[in-house]
């Protein structure tokens, strides 16, 4: 019987360390399928599979439901980004593209790509929630691509250009990217299919960035 009961110990344990992440699975869904304003900490716990109650032994409001949600899975996006950094930062364009190839696959083309659709349409709404987005997301991801745009510029690699608002040039066609396939999509999924639309963004993005060629020198 002691047997039985220290094995049902552990269980319980894992069980319990899992929720806060069970319940930030439940809220991404949810705030993806529904919107931020429209879902409710009921229909998180139910989806879940808890109790309210217990859902407040974790979480005291939405917000900071959301904020684990960010927390549990795109910071940890953001980490790895920055460890990337480090280790091709004398290698900018390789490390311009993999920046930019590492946001799509890990985030716009799982789940989480739905959070930028959210942001865009309820950041108004909740000001306070698309302040943390923005400085523990945005702002860290613009500083990646913003040092892969600089040390390749320095490096002669690629073009003199406008770094912040060429941050903002790059970026947004991959947020469109994933919002599309959390909306449009269900009027016309073909439109931007990854494996047409990702070689073509590339095409233009390193082409653009291309050092012209000298007037009068011949190549």
Do not use: H
């Given at each position: ?146 040092g892969a745009l600089q ?26 990217l994933s919002v599309w ?39």
């Amino acid at each position: 019987m002691s047997g039985t009961l220290q094995q049902a110990a552990p269980r319980r344990r894992r069980r319990k360390e899992a929720r806060p992440s069970e319940l930030a699975a439940a809220a991404l869904s949810l705030f993806v399928e529904k919107g931020y304003a429209a879902t409710r900490l009921d229909e998180v716990a139910a989806r879940a599979g808890v109790s309210k109650g217990t859902l407040y032994l974790y979480f005291d409001s939405k917000e900071a439901l959301f904020k684990a949600v960010i927390q549990d899975r795109v910071v940890a996006v953001m980490s790895e980004g920055e460890a990337l950094y480090a280790s091709l930062k004398d290698d900018p364009a390789r490390l311009l593209r993999e920046i930019l190839m590492g946001w799509w696959n890990l985030i716009g083309a799982t789940d989480l790509g739905g959070i930028p659709k959210v942001m865009i349409a309820e950041a108004q709404n909740f000001p306070e929630v698309a302040r943390y987005f923005y400085e523990d997301v945005i702002s860290r991801g613009r500083v990646l691509v913003a040092g892969a745009l600089q040390g390749g510029i320095e490096r002669g690699l690629f073009r003199p250009v406008d770094v912040p608002a060429t941050v903002q040039v790059l970026m947004a066609p991959l947020i469109m990217l994933s919002v599309w396939r959390n909306s449009m999509a269900v009027c016309d999924p073909v439109a931007c299919r990854p494996e047409v639309y990702l070689p073509a963004y590339f095409d233009l993005v390193f082409k653009g960035l291309e050092l012209a060629p000298v007037s009068g020198v011949s190549t």
